[in-house]
């Protein structure tokens, strides 16, 4: 059959009906999908039907009063000689007003087989072996991957599910010279994505593929591409960025402060993450059954209350104490039924001491807690309201420290938020933040319990309910990472980090680590970023500097050599020292918090040097070779 083309404007679009393969010109480059490329539907069974297999496949042109394009009709499957009524529509097409090439997959008949994933579309051809070809990916803060880059780059976190870590933003580009684009995932909550990378390349491929919802493909699905000219990186997050403005997820930090006024307290504070308790059961991975003293450790209210106070005879004017294993039950322990306050380290009398000491200081205080991860050890245990497979089975596992868990139903985390929190606030415990845990850095869920049925969307959208209670009694919402999701009501998180802080010291790197969440979110959430100082590394103080966000003045860490917290006996440093760095990210973050991140730049290609500029005039030159800085104002 011979190719179709359509046209529109500067962009033109061709479909080859033999091969189900799309190739996109625009701005003078070209751009197709890769050879080796089949659309494919894989089944729970782990069975692989390629579109090709329908017996019924037609193909027309398209057209809207916004649009043209190809449609694309595949019927009549028999997947093992077994009819199967499922069918599905694809259409792709040029928005006249934009020249944004969209790529929808449509189900029309959702019976006959049990879907796993949808892969569709096709990943770009992306072959030639250099350094100066390289995808564009948002793992946690970002990164970017040359072609040629020596780690092989194919498994993902939570299987490249999107609204988790591995995705901070629910796109991906690619840039080579001359050219490059983005490929924006308008429904993130039901789609991943996956990466062929080998090592050292010579390609990089990228694709995204479809999730079923509750078991139905259900509904339409889109990704949206945006060809540019001549670009880098930069040019990719900033096309986000105004997709985000049009489409109502950016909420700016200025917005949020003229909402509640604590969010300027909150800029420039230095992050303290300290502990109470800790209980590790024996099911724990982190149980030490050599040394089971390890497994329980105490610190009273009142030592923390002195440790304050002490920050405060130091001339620290400014500071947020995150606390853990504050609860009765200790650190990742029976959640959600985390009450009363630790009765061995002061009980709620020694938490209200705490807090009245945090606020006569002019102090922040937050709270870690939990309602995703549901122990069945908890009181209020009840199989019945965990997150539930089609089959009925409930996912279990035996990982944190309070042992074997499933997982809450994001329907009932609303109602144990307001339960816990208001009798927290009865005590007199003066709270200004808080922080909820994973709900940002974990995948979505769904359950299919027929009493609390639930979407991924729909789990999203109650997690997002439990940070708009925080907004209602005054305490600014946090969480662990910063997926896009959250964007309007949260506030800021635990970290935003690089993919490599979160591995043990020298492991490969992904990629290069590269400011995208900040480029296009820096104005929108508040920041802290680690400062350790690991002997042969960079000094982590110059990317919280590049970044223009907080500084931890203390994190201890709730495991050992787990979320960045690694033990390094060269990092020992007087509170003094810390203070002086602290304060100098500190007195950058004040300036520029508000700021748009205008540009990120790799100094004359080397990744070592690097440089920011904000909507300000602030400039940012770090050297890690060196570990020097330099800040600037531009006129």
Same mark, same amino acid.
């Given at each position: 059959m011979e190719t179709m083309c359509v046209q529109s404007g500067g962009v033109s679009l061709a479909f080859d009906p033999d091969t189900l393969r799309f190739s996109v010109t625009a701005r003078g480059e070209s751009w197709q999908w890769g050879e080796g490329y089949e659309g494919k539907i894989v089944t729970n069974e782990e069975q692989t039907i390629c579109f090709h297999e329908a017996n019924s496949i037609t193909h027309s042109p398209w057209k809207t009063g916004v649009g043209v394009g190809i449609r694309s009709t595949y019927r009549d499957f028999a997947p093992e000689g077994k009819a199967a009524a499922f069918a599905f529509e694809t259409i792709a097409w040029i928005e006249e007003a934009t020249g944004d090439v969209y790529f929808e997959w449509l189900p029309l008949n959702d019976e006959g087989l049990e879907v796993k994933a949808v892969y569709w579309p096709g990943y770009m051809e992306f072959d030639k072996p250099s350094h100066r070809w390289y995808s564009v990916l948002n793992i946690l803060q970002g990164l970017i991957l040359p072609n040629t880059w020596e780690t092989e780059v194919t498994k993902l976190g939570f299987d490249g599910q999107m609204c988790s870590s591995t995705a901070y933003m629910p796109w991906f580009g690619q840039v080579r010279p001359g050219a490059g684009y983005i490929a924006i995932c308008q429904q993130p909550w039901d789609a991943a994505y996956q990466?062929?990378?080998?090592?050292?390349?010579?390609?990089?491929?990228?694709?995204?593929?479809?999730?079923? #919802? =509750?078991?139905?493909? %259900?509904? /339409?699905?889109?990704?949206?591409?945006?060809?540019? $000219? *001549?670009?880098?990186?930069?040019?990719?997050?900033?096309?986000?960025?105004?997709?985000?403005?049009?489409?109502?997820?950016?909420? #700016? =930090?200025?917005?949020? %402060?003229? /909402?509640?006024?604590?969010?300027?307290?909150?800029? $420039? *504070?230095?992050?303290?993450?300290?502990?109470?308790?800790?209980?590790?059961?024996?099911?724990?991975?982190?149980?030490?059954?050599?040394?089971?003293?390890?497994?329980?450790?105490?610190?009273?209210?009142?030592?923390?209350?002195?440790?304050i106070r002490h920050y405060r005879d130091k001339g620290v004017e400014k500071l947020y104490l995150h606390l853990d294993g504050w609860g009765d039950p200790g650190y990742d322990n029976k959640h959600p039924d985390y009450l009363p306050a630790c009765e061995a380290a002061g009980g709620w009398e020694g938490l209200k001491e705490l807090s009245d000491t945090v606020e006569s200081c002019g102090y922040m205080l937050g709270l870690h807690d939990q309602y995703r991860d549901y122990y069945w050890d908890a009181p209020s245990f009840d199989r019945e309201f965990a997150c539930h497979r089609a089959d009925g089975s409930v996912f279990e596992m035996s990982c944190w420290a309070g042992g074997r868990q499933s997982y809450l139903c994001a329907t009932q985390a609303p109602y144990y938020v307001k339960r816990n929190f208001e009798e927290v606030l009865r005590h007199g415990i003066h709270l200004e933040a808080s922080y909820l845990d994973v709900f940002t850095c974990n995948e979505a869920d769904e359950c299919s319990h027929p009493r609390h049925r639930m979407t991924r969307k729909e789990c999203l959208e109650y997690r997002s309910a439990c940070f708009r209670y925080l907004w209602s009694k005054n305490i600014l919402p946090s969480s662990e990472e910063v997926t896009d999701w959250s964007m309007q009501s949260l506030v800021f998180a635990h970290y935003g980090p690089y993919d490599f802080m979160l591995q043990p010291p020298g492991s490969p790197r992904k990629g290069i680590p590269t400011p995208l969440f900040n480029l296009v979110y820096h104005d929108c959430l508040i920041l802290p970023w680690l400062m350790d100082r690991i002997e042969g590394q960079e000094d982590y103080m110059l990317y919280a500097l590049l970044n223009g966000g907080g500084a931890?003045?203390?994190?201890?860490?709730?495991?050992?050599?787990?979320?960045?917290?690694?033990?390094?006996?060269?990092?020992?440093?007087?509170?003094?020292?810390?203070?002086?760095?602290?304060?100098?990210?500190?007195?950058?973050?004040?300036?520029?918090?508000?700021?748009?991140?205008?540009?990120?730049?790799?100094?004359?290609?080397?990744?070592?040097?690097?440089?920011?500029?904000?909507?300000?005039?602030?400039?940012?030159?770090?050297?890690?070779?060196?570990?020097?800085?330099?800040?600037?104002?531009?006129?």
């Open positions: 990466v062929d990378h080998p090592a050292a390349g010579p390609y990089s491929h990228v694709s995204v593929r479809w999730l079923p #919802s =509750l078991g139905k493909m %259900a509904y /339409r699905r889109t990704m949206r591409y945006t060809f540019l $000219g *001549s670009c880098d990186y930069n040019d990719l997050c900033k096309v986000y960025r105004k997709y985000v403005q049009e489409t109502g997820l950016f909420t #700016s =930090l200025r917005e949020k %402060a003229a /909402r509640n006024p604590l969010v300027d307290k909150l800029i $420039g *504070s230095a992050i303290v993450h300290k502990g109470i308790k800790t209980h590790v059961s024996p099911g724990s991975r982190y149980y030490d059954g050599e040394h089971p003293e390890k497994n329980d450790s105490l610190v009273p209210f009142a030592q923390r209350g002195a440790e931890y003045l203390d994190k201890d860490g709730a495991y050992p050599n787990c979320d960045g917290a690694f033990d390094d006996p060269a990092a020992e440093k007087q509170l003094d020292e810390e203070i002086a760095r602290y304060r100098i990210v500190a007195q950058l973050q004040e300036r520029v918090a508000k700021c748009e991140m205008v540009r990120h730049e790799f100094l004359d290609g080397d990744w070592m040097r690097q440089r920011t500029a904000f909507s300000d005039g602030t400039v940012v030159t770090v050297n890690f070779r060196d570990n020097t800085y330099d800040i600037s104002s531009e006129p």
